[in-house]
């Protein structure tokens, strides 16, 4: 389905008007949308951004950054975005944009009518490399662990359909009414919550940095049946409700971080309506609990997966076995989603590694299987190895050594034993056809690619190919056995 | 200087490792943004502490902005509801 049909049909229809979108200054209803949207296609293209330029967006839950993002769809304009900068670490404007818009909070004394263009600022985007990009893509950041961040790349298409399966499985309708007091500058806000509401054309509330007192008052007026949050959101208001919560069908928390007792405390708390959602930047929403769902099942396992999606759990390696386990039950949660990235690129807007990501993705979450088949995540995979004092993923180096030329595949793995310095680790390479390199000529490559710790401390190339697991998997065991501890 | 605000003076400087000093907290500063701008971490915390400290617990229709809106209006606020509580 396009965007531009999906959200016509919402700003259509004879309740249009009583439907509408607020940030609790400015309200716009469904029925005047399409108005804003065009204000803001007007300023666009005064500013010289067509439909190829791709943006870099600074945004904030406001009616301007909503109504931006929204414009930014119906063109078909690729985007990266971030939340506002203001306070955050100041991270420069990726190279492959051509222009950089930022979303300017309203001055506490703004009142009339709304303009979305008086809140936005465009500005030239210095440091542009010239690189034409594919139209319709949307870029989000994530952070690496060898502090560079990547940029998460999804297709506006498929964010569409990650947001169909959230509307299908919490309920999403013309009568919801969605109060969003996450960033809909992050996956889960925009995609979980934002895109499924507007494409439904439910009413919404959204809140910027909300705290305790605001979320108490705006919930008094905006009356919300649904709402997306995170654990530190239910522990606030846990403090805050004197009394349950009748108004919400769903109230659904972010991560499965959240406590066992605070999910109980304030399950209560919201009459019975939390749940859980499990997914990520990569992925978009992957699996969720129902309200309907035991509270046992919603308060400790991921829920069932969305539409279309596959999960399994990956056997560990034995050395991330605990004393006693058998590793029967338990693995890496791995996730084949038909609406999930198609790979990560950097502030150039290359492809770092393997591009596009297909197939399976390995969440780096580690998740058991209970008798029902039911899931529940138990930590986080061992991926991580102390390198001078820095944790450092082997998966990250694996994907920038990937990129090397003369390398078709290659392995990161680290020795058993820590010592002063941390963890020796050791690259093992198959070389492309027709490259000729030795194993200290792709290690000095490294330098260019990896900061200084993460640069492996051997780096062997191996001819006879890597060896294989029966499940045709690298045998990673047997490789860091070679590895001098 | 009335006790109360002392006390909730001191609960903020010492209490909430917000890094903002005794002296900094005027009596009629706004507590949220404007003012000593305390995060939601923090504000929530402060909740806590003083139903703890004070032995009551705030009703829904206390937590709105006009009783936060300063040391001074929470005091009052702070006051008759633990003289009601210990009553």
Request: negative net charge; hydrophobic residues 40%.
């Amino acid at each position: 389905m396009v965007f531009s049909e999906i959200f016509g049909r919402t700003c259509d229809g004879d309740d249009a008007r009583s439907r509408i979108i607020t940030d609790g200054q400015f309200s716009c209803s469904y029925a005047d949308a399409p108005t804003a949207l065009k204000q803001i296609e007007i300023f666009l293209t005064e500013q010289g951004i067509d439909r190829d330029v791709c943006v870099a967006v600074e945004c904030i839950n406001s009616l301007a950054g909503a109504f931006l993002i929204l414009a930014l769809f119906q063109r078909g304009n690729s985007f990266v975005l971030t939340p506002s900068s203001q306070d955050a670490e100041l991270k420069p404007t990726p190279h492959f944009c051509r222009h950089r818009l930022r979303v300017l909070p309203a001055e506490s004394a703004d009142s009339g009518k709304f303009s979305p263009v008086t809140h936005l600022r465009s500005e030239r985007n210095m440091l542009f490399n010239g690189r034409s990009t594919p139209p319709s893509k949307l870029y989000l950041r994530t952070s690496g662990s060898i502090g560079i961040s990547k940029l998460v790349v999804h297709s506006h298409e498929k964010l569409l359909g990650n947001a169909a399966n959230c509307i299908s499985r919490y309920g999403f309708s013309a009568a919801s009414r969605a109060v969003i007091p996450v960033p809909i500058a992050h996956m889960y806000g925009l995609g979980a919550e934002f895109l499924p509401a507007v494409m439904s054309g439910a009413s919404i509330d959204l809140q910027e940095k909300t705290n305790l007192l605001k979320y108490l008052s705006r919930e008094k007026h905006f009356r919300p049946t649904i709402v997306f949050a995170t654990p530190a959101i239910c522990e606030m208001l846990l403090v805050g409700y004197k009394t349950p919560r009748s108004n919400y069908h769903v109230f659904v928390t972010s991560g499965q971080r959240i406590g066992e007792n605070l999910f109980r405390n304030f399950d209560s708390m919201v009459s019975g309506r939390l749940v859980n959602q499990y997914g990520s930047t990569e992925l978009g929403a992957a699996a969720g609990c129902l309200p309907g769902d035991a509270l046992e099942l919603r308060a400790t396992t991921i829920g069932a997966p969305m539409p279309g999606v596959q999960l399994r759990l990956d056997p560990l390696p034995a050395e991330d076995w605990l004393d006693g386990e058998t590793g029967i039950g338990k693995g890496e949660l791995c996730c084949d989603h038909p609406c999930g990235f198609e790979g990560y690129v950097d502030e150039d807007g290359e492809w770092i590694g393997k591009a596009p990501h297909t197939g399976w993705y390995r969440t780096g979450d580690v998740g058991m299987t209970q008798s029902d088949g039911s899931i529940v995540i138990v930590g986080r995979a061992a991926a991580g190895v102390n390198r001078r004092g820095y944790l450092v993923s082997l998966s990250d180096i694996e994907r920038r050594m990937e990129k090397l030329p003369a390398l078709s595949e290659v392995v990161v793995v680290a020795a058993a034993v820590e010592n002063k310095q941390g963890q020796r680790i050791a690259a093992f390479c198959v070389l492309r056809q027709g490259s000729d390199l030795d194993g200290t000529q792709v290690r000095r490559q490294c330098f260019d690619l990896l900061p200084h710790y993460a640069v492996p401390d051997e780096v062997h190339v191996v001819t006879a190919g890597l060896p294989l697991l029966p499940s045709g998997k690298v045998d990673r065991r047997s490789l860091a056995a070679l590895v001098d501890g | 200087m009335d006790p109360t605000i002392d006390q909730l003076r001191h609960l903020i400087a010492d209490k909430l490792d917000v890094n903002i000093g005794y002296d900094e907290i005027g009596a009629d500063v706004p507590l949220l943004e404007e003012g000593l701008k305390l995060d939601s971490l923090a504000f929530v915390k402060l909740i806590t502490l003083i139903e703890e400290s004070f032995g009551f617990e705030f009703a829904e229709g206390d937590l709105n902005v006009e009783v936060f809106a300063s040391v001074r209006r929470l005091a009052e606020l702070v006051d008759s509801r633990a003289k009601a509580a210990a009553a």
